[in-house]
């Protein structure tokens, strides 16, 4: 069953910042994966440190992929972790009718 999933992306690591290209690159790996998410940049905060983050939201059944791109994450900028929400599937709604 699908569900919500938002993945939030710190952009501070323990050597300086993830830069905007470094994100570029890593957003292909999100674009890979799912045929359709949303980004928005999002401020917090991690261990007292403020920190922009990247919010990506998804809509999918496969929670695995999620998974996975979580992981390549924390692999490629040596994060601690990527805050993970899941929630009840998103629903859209079109000119025609409403698609679950």
């Known amino acids: ?3 919500t999933y938002q993945m939030y992306f710190g952009r501070n690591t323990p050597d300086g910042y993830v830069t905007d290209q470094q994100w570029d690159s ?3 790996i999100i ?3 799912f045929a359709g998410y ?3 940049d999002v401020a917090g905060a991690w261990k007292g440190d ?6 990506v ?4 059944k496969y929670q695995d992929k999620i998974q ?9 900028f040596n994060q601690d972790a990527v805050g993970l929400r899941v929630s009840e599937p998103m629903r859209f709604v079109t000119r025609v009718c409403e698609v679950a």
């Open 57 to 60: 939201t998804v809509n999918t």
């Open 26 to 28: 890593f957003q292909d």
């Open 38 to 40: 949303t980004v928005q």
């Open 1 to 3: 069953m699908k569900k």
């Open 31 to 33: 674009s890979m994966s």
């Open 50 to 55: 403020p920190e922009r983050t990247k919010l």
């Open 68 to 76: 996975d791109v979580c992981d390549a994450y924390i692999s490629a």
